[in-house]
């Protein structure tokens, strides 16, 4: 059982960020007070929402779930993030997740801030009509304070562009209740109050693969500033890949299609070593056909058993590559595994994965960490774009959305890597110093 209360990691990013601040203001004579002032405000979100939804069950009875939503910061935009269903959820948790949200958006450069919900609640207990009447129930409970320009939310765990697009239902009629007078236009527009939606309900191209694909342009500016730094790494580069579901899945294959040789993946039932390299479509396939990957090991055009080995979670965070990818759950980088890690470089491409005392040791060992707020970002952003759309009544290309995701990767690594070098500190600590450099400017 995980102790590590993600707020208190939240908090500790927060405070390293603000040291290295704190130096920088000296230096060109600001007023640290007016700054510690601001940070107090960053220490608690500007509004916590929790919410009691009323759910008729199929059989009659009627249950109680408590939701919530956080909304942390919105000095720069309107309130964004996902909203979670897991039996875990909790309000430390949902302050941290939209904590982060506010961080990644202001390092994105989008014009949105942070925000985050969530219901606590084990979906594969409830039958279709169930999910749909407390997805619903919670889109009313929180109607009042979302909307396009208020706080935009989106899928995230266990959540998806169907429940996305009951909410969103869902909150038009009920803002429709409230005026008069409503032009088709301005109804339309109002769709922008959800992101990660499905095409037909006005969702965005590429939004499904956007956080894997931003991944891998990140990954591929970071190496590029690495290689002309210290040489270190060669061509052909190995990759280890924790997860195997949309960001796992999604990246492995931007991957491979990159030249990358992916020797290992894993789900949360065990994993698979293929020295040759995993072929993305066949393991899908093999995971989909089996309910899971241990016992696959395709490489080539074929599911071939003589090429590979199944392998523990935790031999696979130990393997000799040149590349790690947690892309599956929060604090699996932990002190305990953090010295034995072979990679030279850790994307984290899930949220929160490695804890801060594991981070220290990384840095102390010369591994090269990009922090989650960077190397995930590429989700918000096209979900970025999907509110952008729906607001002009626009509906873009797949090949204009991952133009435009393309740029906005390389400027956030770029600004990250430059104030790494210039602080002289980690890329997640620069990151968070370009992203609170910018949310303090818009508070003022
Ligand atoms: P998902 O539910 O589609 O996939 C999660 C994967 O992790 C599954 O393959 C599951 O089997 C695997 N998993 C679970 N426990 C595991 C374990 N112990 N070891 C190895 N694998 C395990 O979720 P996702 O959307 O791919 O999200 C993954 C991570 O990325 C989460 O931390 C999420 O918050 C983060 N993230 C997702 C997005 C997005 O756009 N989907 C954006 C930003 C961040």
């Known amino acids: 059982m995980n102790t590590i209360n993600p707020f208190e990691s939240a908090m500790t990013q927060l405070q390293n960020a603000y040291s290295i601040l704190q130096k920088a203001e000296s230096k060109e004579q600001r007023a640290k007070r007016e700054l510690k002032n601001k940070i107090e405000i960053l220490k608690s979100p500007q509004r916590e929402v929790h919410v009691n939804i009323p759910v008729r069950m199929d059989d009659g009875r009627m249950r109680f779930f408590q939701g919530y939503r956080v909304q942390y910061n919105n000095a720069r935009g309107p309130y964004k993030g996902g909203i979670r269903y897991h039996h875990n959820v909790n309000l430390s948790e949902v302050k941290a997740l939209a904590f982060w949200m506010a961080m990644k958006c202001a390092v994105a450069d989008l014009p949105l801030g942070g925000g985050k919900g969530g219901i606590v609640v084990d979906p594969k207990t409830l039958s279709q009509k169930e999910l749909e009447r407390l997805s619903r129930g919670y889109a009313r409970a929180i109607a009042d304070c979302i909307g396009p320009d208020k706080d935009v939310p989106a899928p995230d765990v266990n959540t998806n562009g169907v429940i996305m697009g009951w909410m969103t239902d869902e909150f038009i009629k009920a803002s429709m209740r409230q005026r008069v007078n409503v032009s088709a ?170 804890t801060p005392e594991a981070d220290e040791i990384l840095v102390k060992r010369g591994i090269t960490v990009v922090p989650d707020i960077l190397a995930n970002s590429g989700g918000v952003t096209v979900s970025a774009f999907e509110w952008e759309q729906n607001l002009k009544g626009e509906h873009w290309t797949k090949d204009q959305v991952n133009k435009k995701l393309k740029k906005k990767m390389q400027l956030a690594s770029d600004a990250v890597w430059d104030a790494s070098q210039s602080l002289s500190t980690s890329l997640r600590t620069a990151a968070f110093v370009v992203a609170l450099g910018r949310i303090l400017k818009a508070m003022k």
């Open 185 to 354: 236009k301005e109804k339309e527009a109002l769709r922008a109050t959800f992101t990660g939606k499905a095409i037909a309900d006005g969702g965005s191209e590429g939004r499904e693969e956007a956080t894997g694909l931003g991944g891998l342009f990140v990954l591929q500016a970071i190496l590029k500033k690495l290689k002309a730094d210290s040489g270190k790494l060669k061509a052909n580069l190995t990759v280890a890949v924790m997860g195997f579901g949309n960001v796992g899945y999604n990246m492995v294959k931007f991957l491979v299609n990159a030249g990358f040789v992916v020797i290992a993946v894993s789900d949360s039932k065990g994993g698979i070593h293929v020295p040759s390299g995993v072929n993305p479509l066949l393991t899908l396939a093999c995971k989909k056909k089996n309910g899971y990957l241990a016992g696959c090991y395709c490489s080539g055009s074929v599911c071939d058993l003589s090429k590979g080995r199944p392998i523990s979670q935790e031999a696979l965070l130990e393997l000799p590559v040149d590349i790690l990818i947690p892309a599956a759950l929060e604090n699996v980088i932990t002190k305990q595994n953090a010295p034995k890690i072979k990679a030279k470089v850790i994307l984290e491409m899930a949220n929160g994965p490695t």
